[in-house]
């Protein structure tokens, strides 16, 4: 056996830790006390680092670092705290100066547009998530010495094809805050820059790229949805698995799911009716977009 060198560990405090993995950017809780020795750790052998892999095989491989951290290494690790100030403030900043432009410019939602014009915005769009949206919560994970683990391919909110950055995981919910609300600071960048752009050259293409960017702000802050500031707050207000407890409970007592973790039956009264609360408009919102949808597909067909 030994130490599985894929793993960062941060010491929470009151015999607490925080075990994050590179193979797979998952993060896990050890309560208890622990000698991090590895000679220590090796003589006895704690089930609990065995069961999360932190204890290996011999023969186990590190995994290779994404180049991403080698490219973005910043001597120094930005202060939480303040990166979180800067980053509300230029959401603010960014909200302000789009809804004044949107008022005295209303003419961006009246232009009359065509087929090449929608294709170019739309891949305009997808640019814009892939070199600032997603570089956004890079460039904030790597200030604060966190790693990135890898970039992919996924589909958001079930049905939006993006590519995406996994972060490796992290106790400290400041951070994760961070990593997620930028995001939402490039989303609001993008639709100022997408309409500056339109009222610069008055092309249709900015005008299509600013309303497709504009519907994102409205999915990127629904709390009902796996969203960047949905994250961020329940990082902020130090409930990260908020959304998933409630969502896992929802389905227990619709009787969906048969399986439920032991923690989640043993909490408080209150706690529960939260999680159902959730957990009920959350499945609310998404038969209202199922039905909304299909009304809409009935008018065109018909």
Sequence with gaps: MKINENFV?????????????????????????LELDEALLLEKQPPS???????????????????VNEILNFKNETNAGKLLGWMIVGIILSFYSMISLLISHKEIFSIRLDTMSGIQGAVLFFLGIL???????????RMQRIE????GFRMKYYFFPIVYVRILATGNNLKRANVALAGNLADALLANLYMLLFLSFQE??????FSLQLTMLFFNYNLLLP?????????????????????????????????????????GVSTKFAYLAYGLVFYGFLAMLMIMFALNVYRILG
């Design 9 to 33: 560990v941060e010491t929470m405090g009151d015999n607490r830790y925080f075990f994050s993995n590179r193979e797979n950017g998952k993060g896990y809780y050890i309560t208890g006390r």
């Design 49 to 67: 680092l065995i069961q999360i892999g932190y204890l290996v095989p011999s023969d186990h491989e590190v995994r290779k670092r994404n180049r």
């Design 131 to 141: 070199l600032v949206h997603e570089v956004f919560h890079i460039i904030a994970a």
């Design 148 to 151: 990135v683990v890898k970039v």
């Design 204 to 209: 249709p293409v900015y005008a299509i790229a």
């Design 227 to 267: 969203t960047d500031f949905t994250i961020f707050l329940l990082s902020l207000i130090r409930k990260p698995d908020f959304r998933a407890n409630a969502i896992a409970y929802t389905k227990f007592k619709l009787k969906v799911s048969k399986s439920i973790k032991e923690s989640l039956l043993k909490a």
